[in-house]
Structures are given as structure tokens and as C-alpha cells.
């Protein structure tokens, strides 16, 4: 069981270029989501999904496209990196139990720099 | 508007002695309240999780308390360590729009 797993750990993007970012997780969770961090800042919500077949925005998807073919995988994908995207990435995984089992598990982050 | 808004932003205590982190959040419809820990360079990590009917949650050294009248939680760090240098995250998870709000988190810094 390997939980979360996010490649790469680092990658260096020149302005306009593009890249997908990997998650894929092992614990058939319905629920994926993607995040940002920015230097001594909070996480914010890029995309998240609810299950294979259907993803939603969240409050800073500008820039960035998801999608959820498999219950395994959510990648996202930078359409033409731009500096302000430079950034930590995390990817999170979690059941929609609404209860107290459905713990969101994260993984190791992608740190990202575009020049 | 969904916020989750945490106090104070940083704190600075000894160790051993014991801190209490506060969360205020106006998320409808309200599903359940989370406290993560972020250790500096890595993901966050679940502590407790409440639901609408749990007024408290206890994790070892990290006791939650949630009010869902007030809208009001706490985190209760006992008997501190060098180890909970960290931030702590309040996070609310709301079943309108199945997202998790996060707050912007406290850092804690435990000095020897």
C-alpha cells in the first residue's frame, strides 16, 4: 500500500512550456483533489474529482486542466506555464464517507519553479 | 462565503508547556471539521476529524473540541515537544460542493 504517490519531486519549467503532473493513488478512494502552496502560505484548491469520469473546479483552476479516467489516477496539467505558477503542488486522496473514516491522505508534493 | 479563519497566525511557546490554537469557520452546509499538521517540506497530516455531533476528539498529546453553535473549534497541544514545531491547519469539509476549505493555519514554534 503505497498511499499517495506524486511525481516528480522537482521540475524547472521555462515560461510557455507545458507538463503533467502525476498523482495516483492505491486505497480506491472516490474523492482526488489538487492543491497549491505558495511560500509561507495556505493550501489553495486547484481540481478536484469525486470519483472516475467527473471533476469541478476549485477557487484557482486558471491555467491547469484535470481529468479522471481512472479511480487510480488524477493528473494535472500546466497548459503554458507561466512564473506565478511556481509553486509546492499536492495532491490529496480520501472516501466521501462524510464521517469520521474518510481521511484525506497527501502526498509528497511536486515542487515546481518556472523561469 | 465559505472561510475557515485560524488564530493566532504564529506562536512561540517552551517545551513542556501546554498551547491552545483556535478556529472559527462559516462553511454551510458544515460536514465535519478537520486538524492537520504540516511539518515544514512535506504534505499535511491528519490529526482528528468531528462530525456535526463530536464535541471532542483526542490524538495522544492533540485534543480537539468543536462547537457547531458557535461555529467555534480548538486544538489543545499538552506537554509540547520540539516535534510539534510545525503548522496546523483547521479544515472543514462541506457536502454542498463536496470541497475541503482550509484555513491558513498557525505555525507553532517549540523552543528547548
Known amino acids: 500500500n503505497a498511499g499517495v504517490t506524486q511525481t516528480p519531486k522537482f521540475q524547472v519549467l521555462k515560461t510557455g512550456q507545458s507538463m503533467t503532473l502525476q498523482c495516483a493513488q492505491d486505497?480506491?478512494?472516490?474523492?482526488m483533489s489538487w492543491y497549491r502552496q505558495d511560500p509561507g502560505m495556505g493550501l489553495r484548491l486547484i481540481h478536484y474529482?469525486?470519483?472516475?469520469?467527473?471533476?469541478d473546479q476549485g477557487e484557482v483552476p486558471n491555467g491547469y486542466n484535470v481529468s479522471r479516467s481512472t479511480t487510480e489516477d488524477f493528473p494535472l496539467r500546466l497548459l503554458s506555464a507561466a512564473p506565478s505558477q511556481t509553486s509546492v503542488y499536492f495532491c490529496?486522496?480520501?472516501?466521501?464517507?462524510?464521517?469520521?473514516?474518510?481521511?484525506?491522505?497527501f502526498g509528497p508534493g511536486t515542487r515546481l519553479t518556472v523561469l | 462565503k465559505n472561510q475557515v479563519e485560524q488564530s493566532p497566525q504564529s506562536l512561540i511557546i517552551l517545551e513542556g508547556k501546554n498551547c491552545t490554537l483556535q478556529?472559527?469557520?462559516?462553511?454551510?452546509?458544515?460536514?465535519?471539521l478537520r486538524w492537520y499538521k504540516q511539518d515544514t517540506g512535506r504534505g499535511p497530516v491528519s490529526l482528528t476529524i468531528?462530525?456535526?455531533?463530536?464535541n471532542t476528539k483526542s490524538n495522544g498529546r492533540y485534543t480537539a473540541t468543536l462547537d457547531a453553535d458557535t461555529k467555534q473549534s480548538s486544538l489543545h497541544i499538552t506537554a509540547s515537544q520540539l516535534s510539534d514545531s510545525a503548522s496546523y491547519i483547521c479544515?472543514?469539509?462541506?457536502?454542498?460542493?463536496?470541497?475541503?476549505?482550509f484555513g491558513t493555519g498557525t505555525r507553532l514554534k517549540v523552543l528547548a
Open positions: 490529496a486522496s480520501s472516501y466521501l464517507a462524510g464521517d469520521s473514516t474518510d481521511t484525506q491522505y
Open positions: 486505497m480506491n478512494h472516490e474523492y
Open positions: 474529482s469525486v470519483g472516475a469520469g467527473i471533476t
Open positions: 478556529c472559527n469557520y462559516t462553511v454551510s452546509p458544515f460536514s465535519n
Open positions: 468531528m462530525t456535526f455531533s463530536e
Open positions: 479544515v472543514v469539509f462541506t457536502s454542498g460542493t463536496y470541497k475541503y476549505i
